[in-house]
């Protein structure tokens, strides 16, 4: 267990929709600390709240109740500009469908946000993630000349380039084959492992879940267990416990 | 698949009812124009006949007959009237120059229609019509009373017992009368914007026929079952020289043409309106399907994949594009209507009052107006509906659908060819002594302008790309990003940017041609104005001759030359020296042509600045000076001779010198005073050029006439910066004209550009959320769409300045032979239109920007 202050805190978060007459509880009282420098897989079955969960941690979506305090700042009131430069400053994402913008190259989309931020990006702290994720030779191309697992390394290097406090990776491997994927996971690993970033990623495959240092297992809105250095075997054994008692 | 067509439709209406927009006002304005001309032509049989008899009796000679000599005596109506063919004979007096001013102390009327004054009665007009006749009060008795007709009454704000200034063209320039009755036609007709001021018959003759007994006209009323025709030859045969009969059909048609000229000005207008409309609205449905094809193409596949044949595909597009053609046609169908409307209330504005006359709709115009909208939009999807049969069935399963985008290449080079034919047109339609050269330039025009809008995408990369280093500079990323959005896809910027192009293009070429206009007036007028004032009638009408006399008398003036003006006709051989016999005017059935003729006194001719080509101004009695313009029509040197007919009857005048044009001389023939006079002409000053005696302060004369002349509204006094801003004036309006033109191209560019946005924005949802994910905030998202509407609308300005000065210089050149020699480029006019453009781009990306702001983030990262 680290000792560090963690890099997010969530205490007793709810969300609830309406959906015509019924309510549904996406979050019913998720308490969480997401501990900086480690990475921690947020699992659970569809519906069990995972998605939404990261939505109100990456500042992407406003709780119906609770708190969520990403370093000293505690989103809930925080307006849109606020809660957009917050974004812009402390959280880097990684999406499962890489989402770049197909008119930049490489390098123009990992310096994005650092550019909509005004930011200049930091040479050495640039190269050093460019060799990271050995795209070197591609920075001028442009996503659609890219292989899909390159895209994905694109994105990761933009979520990793300005330092953000933490990375929020979308199943960063569901459109990846097993290959790209392990190399993506790999870079997520070792930018905790070399740089001491906080990386949170929502998957629901065990042998992704397997290169994390910790697992949160969510079902029906709330945080049923919890693994450290978890192995692909405990994950799924984990994952047969919620499934069995839901 | 007819169903599934009628969905897609009814799914992006809004869509589609902007890009149908642009046609809905195309149809408005040609239904409008369509139903207002058959509304015009229905009514106008009442509208003339009204204001003429069966038969008329006039001089043959042009001019209004002042001398008794020259009139219609009595003796000869009651002749008429016995006739056999003849219901009864009216002598009637008209003359022209007779301004009733109004309560606010104006004129009423306007520019061309004559303000006519003459004697009141109650004569049948032509076909059986009721004419011009008492509709209120009581017929005028003796000097003091006068009716009005009942439209000039309401405009000058008068009733019936109540004082009315007059202003006249006659001995007494200022009068005051009663006003006892109302004149109109009870039975349809109108005074087409003219005003009347009728007396009683005897104080007519008094007053304009130096109290003769005699008529400037008369009517002759056919007897039951008689025609006009039969009743013409029957007048004919006892008509003595110099007069002549004239049916009543013809003399309407001949009072008709002047109006129609008017009318059918404006419908060309309307027409070229209209046209403009459509090419662009053709352009933004050509761009609007082209994007929803390409959006779609996951569908169409999938329609394709489930069995659809690739006609149905191309068809279902196409039926959507016809059902818009359809809604294009009701809508702008309905406009159009309203537009006949508004151009009847303009028109009753002008003194046409057709509200009696409902609208007339015939079958062509509903017909008119779906073939148009239909047949354009349906064109227009052509291309993009094509386009699909590209679309694999496959392609349903691929997750990344795009339609391959064809190298720009073949733009490229249709684009070349285009603008190289048209340079080659447009220097042959230079060439004036080519048939048909005219033919040649809008060929080459048009020529340009298809290849430039060909070659647009491959235009807009550089412009862009500057655009975007501009922005990127000024301000960053999202600038960059804007530009490279506006760059994904050149041949929908492009499109989009062409309507505004279009639009400016027009409006640009006709801005060069008013600012020339305008600097070659000044240019002509500075070459020609002459002396220090000008006493000139601000009707283009003539003045009492005892004005002059009263100019002269202010302190200050030196000299007062006077310019007079009247029509006679040539004779019916033209004038020219190798026919030399007369034999023509023996026949006495044949008209000449009217000839204007101005006159001076013959030792003030130095006065006007006259630049001789030939010969040596004469003005002394039976020598005559031509301008340039009418020499070259006709061949005529110093020395030949003029053969004229005057109410005096015939006359020969030997040219004495050829002149350049001088818009200071009203006519193209000069003659001296005691030529005039002894021709019988019309004793009334058109206009009078003051000079300043010696030592006197040009300012101070100036502010001594106008207060000496504040009695007549009829006349301004300008010295030459003045005169020169009154002749730009009609300019001026032409180039209100052409701001409409402006307005109307910039209300369908925004519509294109909202809509090529609008589907950007749909297009691009998912990015829009990851860029506000990682840090874009709301007003960021705006600022990019702002952006890059405002890159679409420079890009159409860009072009179309260009294309618009191109074309406005090429015009001046091709005009430089009617005398338009100053080109003058408006720099400061053609950049407010590129600023109106970046107003335009702002303007148009209020909406799109918004509903990409309002995107969630959240539903837009998880949109397809």
């Known amino acids: 267990m680290s000792t560090a202050a963690p890099a997010a805190r969530v205490r007793d978060l709810r969300k609830t929709y309406r959906e015509g007459d019924s309510v549904v509880h996406a979050l019913d009282g998720v308490t969480l600390d997401l501990e900086a420098g480690r990475f921690t897989a947020v699992m659970g079955p569809s519906g069990s709240g995972k998605s939404t969960l990261m939505h109100c941690c990456a500042a992407l979506d406003t709780p119906t109740s609770g708190s969520v305090r990403v370093g000293e700042t505690e989103l809930a009131g925080l307006g849109d500009d606020a809660l957009t430069r917050l974004r812009r400053e402390e959280i880097g994402f990684v999406f499962q469908s890489f989402n770049l913008v197909p008119t930049l190259t490489a390098e123009e989309n990992i310096t994005l946000p650092l550019a909509i931020a005004g930011r200049r990006p930091d040479p050495a702290w640039f190269d050093r993630v460019v060799e990271t994720v050995g795209l070197r030779d591609r920075l001028g191309h442009r996503p659609q000349q890219l292989s899909g697992g390159q895209q994905q390394r694109v994105a990761v290097a933009r979520a990793l380039v300005g330092r953000p406090r933490i990375v929020f990776a979308d199943e960063p491997t569901g459109n990846l084959d097993s290959r790209a994927g392990a190399e993506v996971l790999g870079l997520l690993r070792r930018s905790v492992d070399e740089a001491g970033q906080t990386v949170v990623m929502v998957t629901h495959d065990p042998v992704a879940a397997a290169w994390t240092d910790r697992v949160v297992l969510l079902a029906d809105g709330r945080v049923v267990d919890t693994l450290e250095q978890p192995t692909r075997e405990s994950v799924l054994e984990a994952m047969g416990r919620v499934a069995g008692e839901g | 698949m007819l169903r599934y067509a009628l969905r897609s439709l009814l799914g992006r209406k809004v869509r589609l009812l902007m890009s149908t927009l642009a046609v809905v006002l195309g149809v408005a304005f040609v239904t409008g124009t369509l139903v207002f001309s058959a509304t015009l032509d229905r009514s106008f049989s009442t509208l003339f006949d009204a204001t003429v008899g069966d038969v008329v009796v006039e001089p043959v000679a042009g001019g209004s007959p002042r001398r008794p000599e020259a009139a219609v005596p009595q003796s000869l109506v009651e002749d008429l009237a016995d006739l056999p063919g003849a219901a009864r004979a009216d002598g009637r007096i008209r003359v022209i120059g007779v301004y009733v001013v109004g309560t606010d102390g104006k004129p009423v009327g306007g520019f061309g229609p004559p303000a006519l004054a003459g004697t009141t009665g109650d004569a049948p007009a032509a076909n059986g019509t009721t004419g011009l006749v008492l509709v209120a009060g009581r017929e005028p008795r003796g000097l003091g009373e006068i009716v009005v007709d009942d439209v000039t009454a309401a405009r000058a704000g008068y009733e019936i017992g109540d004082q009315v200034p007059l202003v006249s063209a006659f001995d007494d320039a200022t009068l005051t009368a009663t006003m006892v009755g109302l004149y109109g036609f009870p039975g349809g007709g109108s005074m087409n914007g003219a005003s009347f001021v009728g007396v009683e018959p005897a104080v007519a003759q008094r007053f304009f026929l130096d ?153 062509t115009t509903p017909a008119a107006a779906y073939a148009v909208a239909v047949l354009v939009t349906m064109t227009a999807a052509l291309l993009p509906a094509l386009r699909t049969t590209r679309i694999p069935p496959v392609a349903a399963l691929r997750d990344d659908v795009a339609l391959p985008e064809g190298s720009l290449r073949r733009r490229g080079v249709l684009g070349v060819v285009g603008v190289a034919a048209g340079a080659g047109l447009i220097t042959l339609g230079l060439r004036p002594d080519l048939p048909g050269h005219w033919w040649w330039l809008a060929l080459g025009v048009l020529a340009v302008l298809l290849g430039t809008t060909a070659a647009a995408p491959l235009l807009a990369r550089p412009v862009l790309r500057a655009l975007g280093l501009a922005y990127e500079r000024a301000l960053g990323t999202v600038g960059r990003l804007a530009a490279l959005n506006t760059l994904r896809q050149p041949r929908r910027t492009a499109g989009t940017a062409s309507a505004l192009m279009i639009g400016l293009t027009v409006a640009g070429t006709l801005a060069i041609v008013g600012a020339s206009a305008k600097a070659s007036v000044d240019a002509t007028i500075a070459e020609t104005f002459p002396g220090d004032h000008l006493v000139s009638s601000a009707f283009g009408a003539p003045f009492s001759t005892s004005l002059a006399g009263r100019v002269a008398g202010v302190e200050g003036v030196g000299e007062v030359v006077r310019e007079r003006l009247d029509r006679i006709t040539w004779a019916p051989v033209s004038a020219s020296t190798e026919e030399g016999t007369e034999e023509g005017t023996e026949e006495g059935t044949e008209e000449g042509e009217d000839l204007p003729v101005a006159a001076t006194d013959a030792d003030d001719a130095d006065v006007l600045r006259l630049t001789v080509l030939d010969g040596a101004v004469d003005l002394a009695p039976g020598l005559a000076v031509v301008q340039q313009a009418l020499a070259d029509e006709r061949g005529i040197a110093a020395g030949d001779t003029l053969d004229v007919v005057t109410p005096e009857g015939p006359a020969t005048w030997r040219v004495s010198a050829v002149v350049e044009d001088n818009p200071m001389i009203f006519a193209d023939v000069l003659v001296g005073t005691g030529t005039y006079d002894a021709a019988g002409l019309l004793q009334q000053d058109w206009l009078l050029v003051v000079l300043v005696a010696d030592g006197a302060d040009p300012t101070a004369v100036g502010a001594a006439l106008s207060e000496e002349l504040a009695d007549q509204p009829t006349v301004t006094v300008a010295d030459q910066h003045a005169f020169a801003a009154a002749q730009r004036e009609p300019i001026d309006r032409i180039v209100l004209i052409v701001y409409a033109l402006l307005a109307l191209a910039l209300l369908i560019a925004v519509l294109g550009i909202v809509n090529t946005l609008a589907l950007s924005v749909v297009e691009r949802t998912r990015e829009i959320g990851m860029l506000r994910a990682v840090g874009l905030s709301r007003a960021g998202l705006r600022r990019m769409v702002t952006l890059e509407s405002v890159a679409i609308a420079v890009l159409g300005a860009l072009l179309g300045f260009v294309l618009g000065t191109v074309f406005g210089v090429v015009l001046m050149r091709a005009l430089r032979e009617e005398g338009l020699e100053v080109v003058a480029v408006p720099v400061g006019q053609l950049l407010a239109f590129l600023v109106a453009a970046v107003v335009v781009g702002v303007l148009a990306a209020v909406l799109p920007a918004r509903r990409a702001a309002r995107q969630d983030v959240l539903t837009a990262l998880a949109s397809e």
């Not at chain 2, 400037?216 to 079952?225: E, L, M, Q, R």
């Open chain 2, 211 to 363: 109290g003769a007994d005699a008529w400037t006209t008369a009517w002759v009323t056919a007897a039951p079952g008689t025609s006009q025709a039969e009743l013409a030859a029957q007048v004919a045969a006892v008509l003595p020289d110099g007069l002549r009969a004239v049916t009543g059909d013809e003399a309407a048609a001949d009072a008709a043409s002047a109006l129609l000229r008017a009318v059918s000005f404006l419908t060309t207008f309307l027409l070229v309106f209209a046209g403009i409309a459509l090419v662009v609205g053709a352009f933004l449905i050509v761009n609007t399907f082209s994007i929803l094809v390409a959006q779609r193409s996951r569908e169409l596949a999938l329609l394709r994949a489930l069995g659809a044949s690739r006609r149905q595909v191309t068809g279902s597009v196409l039926v959507e594009a016809g059902v818009m053609g359809l809604v294009g046609g009701t809508v702008g169908l309905g406009l159009g209507l309203l537009t006949a409307v508004a151009l009847q209330a303009l028109f009753a504005a002008l003194g046409l009052d057709l509200s009696g006359q409902a609208l007339v709709v015939t079958w």
